[in-house]
């Protein structure tokens, strides 16, 4: 796709735009290694941009004053976005991660569950009123596919898991977790 100008992939404080350095990446299809899209290719500037975005969201935007039903709906909302468009997607995650069409949908059920469930654990119940309080709740855990990557998971977390499929978990920072397993040796 040389030649071909990259889509605005990159989304950061409220805009979609190009890689400040100008940097582009194809991504190829495995299962006929040709490329069916250009990306922005993204480095430690657009990552610095991006969080200093959120960070000016977070302080200074209309997220930490929404009441957490309108949150939870909001969730929702993007949960039920992602099942309308879930054979598109599926498809498209298929296509960049070498995975069966199945694959990829279910990755995208796996992310839309995500978003419900998080969705949950900030409606309000009746006893909590409208506060919420920011403390660890659970362990956060998901499973990589036999490729080793899940639209759903942290940034990073699954390359390590490569070529095979395995579990991962995470506990809230400063909790230790009671079931961690044991590195087995190499």
């Known amino acids: ?13 409220g805009e979609w735009r ?10 190829i299809d495995p299962a006929d290694a040709q490329p069916f899209a250009v990306v922005a290719e993204g480095d430690e500037k657009d990552t610095d941009l991006a969080v200093a975005a959120a960070r000016e969201a977070f302080d200074h935007g209309d997220w930490p004053r929404t009441p957490v039903a309108e949150r939870a709906a909001l969730l929702y909302r993007v949960a039920d ?46 006893a909590a009123g409208s506060s919420t ?18 639209p759903s998971s942290p940034r990073g977390t699954t390359r390590s898991s490569r070529p095979v499929g395995r ?13 961690s397993p044991a590195r087995s040796p190499r």
């Open 1 to 13: 796709m040389a030649g071909q100008q990259a889509q605005q992939t990159i989304h950061a404080g």
């Open 18 to 27: 190009a890689a400040l350095s100008g940097a582009t990446r194809d991504i």
């Open 81 to 126: 976005l992602l099942m309308r468009d879930r054979e598109r997607l599926g498809l498209l995650e298929s296509r960049d991660a070498g995975k069966t069409l199945e694959e990829g949908r279910v990755d995208i059920d796996c992310v839309a569950d995500a978003f419900r469930y998080f969705a949950g654990l900030v409606a309000p119940s009746p």
């Open 133 to 150: 309080r920011a403390r660890p709740t659970s362990t956060a855990s998901w499973c990589t596919s036999r490729w080793g990557s899940a």
């Open 167 to 179: 579990s991962l978990r995470r506990s809230p920072r400063g909790t230790p977790s009671s079931s």
